[in-house]
């Protein structure tokens, strides 16, 4: 309850000044790879194929196939730096942050709601990170099959079925995409009740 | 409880953040215009990296029962030329020390390979195929390549032109096919002769094949596609 005599703030706890270049930085590139990825996408839709319905120009980046090729493997190479180094340093610098096994135990075990959004807002964030890896992964394979062919392996778990690895990999690589944007609605939701306008300035360059 | 003194107070925050989305959606239409400067900023990092990845040695291949023929589309951007039957002609010439105007028999008399390969287009899809041929290789290796020659420039009976580096050319599994899963190579899928190799995107990979000029530099014309903005090496 708000009482009348204001407890003076303590200073915003800064995140370290590269975590919050990599965070920005990603939010921009991961936008820009996303809406050139989605212009690709509508040249041949991984569902249908020729027939296919087509992403509204809205949320594409490019103008037409080559235009959004510019931008997706022109910015592709950003992407992979700034995510590898900071995915890197992470684990390096600050793992303790990282989600871990015990934040799933909180969500089951614990009664605190104060806890289990704070481990809640851990494993998503993380997540996102895993999911974003994986991005680049399924990435690479389309991207050079033929010199890559041992990343594209690992998905033709499915041929038994008719499923040819190429489309595994499409299906996979466009995934990333709604996973990435239902993780941000939790980041978004889950960081703003964890720690209010406080933690999100706490984040901004 | 909002905070009067606060410039940026939960409300506001959320107005800001709820009104900057239509401004990047506005954005993005804008920076359309900008893709053709990022891929001139980027293409050659990326198309020498391309190169490097690119080893000289033979990829591995696919089993012939994987091969998908209905997966693979048909792409033209001039329709199907047409061959009067015993006319057609390979033109191998350029730096060469001897310009060769071969006839199917010539190209059939060559060793023969069968590639069963990934074929991807630049759309999206992709198809696996099992092409046969001779390899281009061996063609130019008849006419005598000069040490001059760096790329090659490929001519097609339907306008279509393309070029190559020659280290892409000369791939082991760069073949000149005349047959597409077994049999004859149907017209619609280049007959009589066409490019077929894992190594490059589909729109690399020319149909109606009619001449190949060897070259010591590119020229303006770099390829049908790549002229309108497609990147040149489009390796895989």
Redesign the interface.
């Known amino acids: 309850m708000?009482t009348s005599t204001r407890r003076p703030r303590a200073p915003i706890r800064y995140a370290p000044l590269w975590t919050r270049a990599f965070h920005s930085f990603n939010l921009l590139v991961i936008?820009l790879m996303a809406?050139s990825g989605l212009q690709?996408?509508n040249?041949?839709p991984?569902f249908g194929?020729?027939g296919g319905a087509t992403v509204p120009e809205?949320?594409?980046?490019?103008?037409?196939?080559?235009?959004?090729?510019?931008?997706h493997?022109?910015?592709m190479?950003l992407y992979a730096a700034n995510l590898g180094v900071w995915i890197g340093l992470l684990i390096r610098q600050r793992h303790q942050r990282l989600a871990a096994l015990a934040d799933v135990g909180t969500l089951r075990a614990s009664n605190n709601t104060p806890k289990r959004r704070l481990a809640a807002h851990r494993l998503v964030y993380t997540l996102m990170l895993i999911v974003l890896g994986f991005s680049l992964i399924t990435g690479m394979a389309m991207y050079?099959?033929?010199?890559f062919?041992w990343l594209v392996g690992p998905f033709s778990f499915a041929?038994a079925a008719g499923h040819?690895s190429?489309q595994v990999l499409?299906v996979c690589h466009l995934a990333t995409i709604p996973a990435i944007a239902l993780l941000l609605g939790a980041h978004v939701v889950l960081s703003w009740r964890v720690g209010?306008?406080r933690l999100?300035?706490s984040m901004a360059v | 409880m909002a905070h009067p003194a606060d410039p940026l107070s939960r409300r506001r925050s959320l107005g800001l953040l709820l009104g900057a989305a239509p401004t990047l959606l506005l954005g993005g239409c804008a920076l359309n215009g900008v893709s053709e400067a990022v891929g001139a900023a980027t293409q050659p990092l990326n198309e020498r990296l391309e190169a490097l990845l690119q080893g000289k040695g033979k990829l591995p291949e696919f089993r012939p029962s994987q091969v998908d023929p209905a997966a693979l589309l048909i792409n033209s951007f001039n329709g199907t030329p047409e061959f009067t039957p015993g006319s057609y002609r390979l033109a191998v010439s350029g730096l060469v020390s001897r310009p060769l105007n071969l006839d199917l028999a010539a190209l059939a008399a060559l060793p023969q390979q069968q590639c069963v390969i990934r074929h991807v287009c630049v759309e999206g899809w992709s198809a696996i195929v099992a092409w046969s041929g001779p390899r281009l290789a061996d063609v130019v290796a008849l006419a005598g390549l000069s040490p001059l020659a760096g790329y090659v420039f490929i001519e097609s009976a339907d306008q279509y032109y393309e070029s190559w580096d020659l280290a892409s050319a000369l791939h082991p599994q760069t073949l000149l096919a005349t047959h597409m899963n077994g049999a004859p190579l149907p017209a619609a899928n280049g007959a009589p002769v066409r490019l077929a190799t894992p190594i490059k995107l589909g729109y690399k990979l020319s149909k109606w094949v009619t001449s190949l000029k060897l070259m010591a530099t590119l020229g303006d014309r770099r390829g049908y596609w790549e002229d309108q903005g497609y990147e040149w090496f489009a390796g895989l």
């Open positions: 708000p936008l809406a690709i996408y040249a041949n991984v194929g020729r809205l949320f594409t980046l490019g103008g037409w196939l080559a235009g959004g090729r510019d931008w493997f022109g910015v190479g050079k099959p033929a010199q062919w041929e040819d190429w499409r209010g306008l999100w300035r």
